[in-house]
């Protein structure tokens, strides 16, 4: 549908997007992050900061979007109309990549003195943001007080990674993958927010459990799926508790995060929260067995070998499942054989609404994976199968299933 004014130019359900490009180094990737959205359909109108242009031109983001690029506040070559007003009334989403310390100091105090910053303000779209900017710049106290800051205003984040930078420096502060910057984008314009005013408990990763000060048993969870579930939850409006073993990936921005050990401790942490929780998912993988008593000192390795006697963990599920009132109660089953079977028995005899089973052996759905193979399997007989999909996708399956048996409580 074109705008009879002539700004803006999209097909009738096509979704807009603003890409804000600011004065980095980075701002070569805009090209590609453009490239990202409009294969997926997307109309692209990119707006420019003047230091923006120092380090890509606008002819090569307009042959790409295919939308003339506004680079200036006041420009006089299209048909009259106040241009910020426009494009903000457009947009269905807002996409800062890249967006430096500057641009996130402007816009979380208002400042509005450029075709992008004054974009930002009269729009009420989403906003997502995509930082690139020297490591210490990054951790500097003024700018991650500005992050929280426009966080807890609604604005999402991807990134910034750790990488090479442009002063030669190795570190936090290098722009998100492409792919990961299209994803909270599509995410963001896809995104039902029906789990709004919902309290969404999550367990995630391993637990660790002690033989020594150096030694433990653990597993080989990655804290991916439990973290997908996380992020998914709070892009659907959910309030969401995150209790999670250690783990090497950063938190979902926005989640209230606990962090535990051992299963004790995430037994503890969890029943904590479980009153006062509408859907419980624990997908973390708990340890079944933790030594019956842990060395304070480290066991010298001995030619005779060592014998350590075990014990079961606490059942945290079965748990859960004798105290549930009106919470949606999800389990998880990883397997390597016998799936249905034994997920179906986890559903009774822990009394859970849903298990959501995967066999780990399928390449692509084991752990540390980025994508997951899981079956449904709901109190009700119901059965259903997603297939290979990346984890943020099975999270938002899961989520519709978690948020159709909330409906029926």
Not at 54 to 60: D, E, L, M, V
Not at 105 to 112: E, L, R, V
Not at 153 to 160: D, E, H, K, N, S
Not at 255 to 271: G, I
Request: charged share 25%; with cysteine.
């Amino acid at each position: 549908m074109s705008d009879p004014r002539g700004w803006i130019d999209k097909m009738d359900g096509q979704k807009t997007v603003i890409l804000g490009v600011t004065g980095c180094i980075a701002a070569y990737r805009a090209a590609d992050i453009a490239g990202a959205l409009k294969k997926n359909g997307i109309a692209v109108h990119v707006v420019m900061t003047k230091n923006a242009q120092k380090f890509i031109t606008p002819r090569t983001l307009e042959a790409i979007s295919q939308n003339p690029v506004t680079c200036d506040l006041f420009e006089r070559d299209k048909p009259w109309e106040v241009g910020h007003v426009s494009l903000a009334k457009a947009a269905d989403a807002v996409l800062i990549a890249p967006c430096t310390a500057n641009i996130l100091g402007k816009i979380a105090h208002g400042i509005a003195d450029d075709m992008l910053t004054t974009t930002v303000m009269a729009t009420k779209a989403p906003i997502i943001i995509a930082p690139a900017m020297n490591t210490r710049m990054y951790e500097n106290p003024i700018v991650q007080q500005n992050i929280e800051k426009l966080e807890s205003m609604g604005c999402r984040f991807v990134g910034p990674v750790s990488g090479r930078l442009a002063c030669g420096d190795v570190g936090l502060g290098h722009i998100a993958d492409t792919d990961d910057i299209a994803k909270a984008v599509l995410s963001v314009l896809d995104v039902k927010k029906d789990l709004a005013g919902l309290k969404i408990l999550v367990t995630a990763g391993p637990t660790c459990e002690p033989i020594d000060p150096v030694r433990y048993i653990a597993n080989r969870s990655s804290g991916k799926m439990g973290y997908a579930i996380a992020q998914a939850a709070l892009e659907r409006g959910g309030e969401v508790i995150l209790v999670s073993g250690p783990v090497h990936i950063p938190p979902p921005r926005g989640a209230r995060m606990v962090s535990v050990e051992t299963a004790e401790q995430m037994r503890d942490a969890v029943l904590g929260e479980y009153e006062n929780a509408d859907i419980v998912i624990m997908a973390a993988a708990v340890a079944d067995f933790m030594p019956e008593s842990a060395d304070g000192s480290k066991i010298k390795k001995a030619d005779t070998g060592l014998e350590i006697k075990l014990k079961k963990t606490p059942d945290i599920l079965i748990e859960l499942g004798k105290r549930k009132k009106n919470q949606i109660l999800i389990g998880f089953a990883a397997e390597t054989d016998n799936l249905e079977e034994y997920a179906k028995q986890k559903l009774i005899d822990k009394n859970l609404d849903m298990v959501a089973a995967n066999d780990v052996s399928l390449p692509g759905a084991g752990f540390g994976c980025d994508t997951n193979i899981v079956t449904c399997f709901l109190k009700n007989g119901e059965k259903i199968a997603l297939d290979l999909a990346p984890k943020i996708k099975i999270a938002h399956s899961i989520l519709d299933q978690a948020a159709r048996l909330r409906g029926n409580v």
